[in-house]
């Protein structure tokens, strides 16, 4: 056989098998965070369809997506950083992630795959709000008041700390949840809000025909 066919077969078998132990930290990484970030696995040497693992499914990407803006400047230059910590990333819906990439080096030194973790930092900026919120005090007001629903920032507000006390963000609750939180919603009068079922809709990632479906 050929030198440069062996050479070939020997760097593909490699690849595979620095992908499938990826794959298998992703797995660990995916279970341990969830429901909070998202792990993905890349495969550098087909950046047209780099995607093929991916964990806690944040971004709605499916198995076969391309490569990143990172993953194509890995491919152009193994002198790229191997690993960049904790930098600002967002879905398209908006949500703040803060990210982090790993490459993996064949024993030639050229990228073969990298290791992406995508953390929603939306939950843990509402906890953090929340506390703030729950530690601060005025003990010079004494009022009795009747609390008035508020506008669409006041429904996120109530999806969130509906979905912080149940450990998951509000993408991720579930089907009874949801009717959970819509029902309560409605209850509490949030329903008479301008818009309240699209609001609903986009925070919760349904559709208004769901929202509506669930209140009826």
């Known amino acids: 056989m050929p030198k440069n066919e062996t050479d070939a077969q ?10 499938q132990q990826v794959k298998q930290i992703a797995k660990g990484l995916g279970e341990t965070f969830a429901p909070f970030c998202e792990v993905v696995v890349h495969d ?4 047209e369809h780099s995607v093929v693992d991916i964990h806690n ?20 230059d193994p002198a790229y950083p191997q690993v960049i910590a904790n930098y600002s990333n967002s879905l398209s819906d908006g949500r703040q992630l803060k990210s982090t990439s ?7 030194g050229e990228y073969v795959a990298a ?5 929603d930092l ?6 953090q709000a929340m506390l703030g919120r729950f530690a601060s005090v005025d003990t010079g ?4 008041e009747t609390i008035q629903t508020g506008g669409a920032d006041t429904i996120r507000l109530k999806i969130d700390e509906f979905a912080a006390v149940r450990g998951t963000t509000p993408r991720s609750l579930s089907v009874d949840d949801r009717r959970a939180i819509i029902q309560e919603l409605k209850s509490g009068g949030f329903l008479e809000i301008r818009r309240a079922p ?8 349904i559709s208004r025909a769901t929202v509506y479906a669930s209140f009826k």
């Open 115 to 119: 290791l992406c973790l995508n953390l």
């Open 122 to 127: 939306s939950l843990f900026q509402n906890l």
């Open 10 to 19: 020997s760097k593909s078998k490699e690849r595979e098998l620095l992908i």
């Open 141 to 144: 007001i004494v009022a009795s």
């Open 102 to 108: 790993i490459g993996i080096k064949g024993s030639d």
């Open 44 to 47: 550098l040497t087909d950046p």
């Open 57 to 76: 499914n944040l971004s709605q990407r499916s198995v076969g997506a391309p490569a990143t803006e990172v993953g194509i400047a890995r491919i152009s």
């Open 198 to 205: 699209e609001i609903i809709a986009s925070h919760i990632g």
